[in-house]
């Protein structure tokens, strides 16, 4: 089992920068991929980016390419999506997510991924 608990969201301006983090309980935490992902508000959950267990495969949606970045402490136990250049439409509930799969190839499905963090909300005002 883990838990997962995210930090970091808030209200930011148009071209600032935010860091989520995502903070995992459990020893197991090295051997699993984390993705991000974000809800607004009638939409559906979507994929933002993640990253395989091992850190040899990141995957980024296209509309934050370039913009955002993952990356993992596994010494902390937490993973991070690191957010730069954010725009109005990036406004939404991120959630992180776990997932035991060893298939790389569909980090960005919602189904991929067994454990879920609460969310936090990220609001980029134009």
């Keep these: 089992q883990v838990q997962l608990v995210e930090s970091g969201g808030g209200l930011v301006q148009a071209g600032g920068s935010l860091r989520l983090s995502c903070a995992a309980s459990g020893r197991t935490f090295s051997s699993y991929s984390m993705g991000w992902f974000r809800q607004a508000p009638g939409k559906e959950r979507e994929f933002v980016a993640a990253m395989y267990w ?18 993992r402490d596994n010494a902390k136990i937490t993973a991070y999506l690191q957010m730069n250049s954010l725009k109005p439409e990036d406004t939404a509930v991120y959630y992180c997510a776990a ?6 190839t569909r980090l960005r499905y919602v189904a991929l991924y067994d454990y879920w963090g609460q969310g936090t909300q990220v609001t980029v005002s134009s």
């Design 54 to 71: 091992s850190g040899f495969v990141t995957s980024y949606a296209d509309s934050v390419k370039g913009r955002f970045s993952i990356s």
């Design 99 to 104: 997932a035991r799969s060893s298939d790389w």
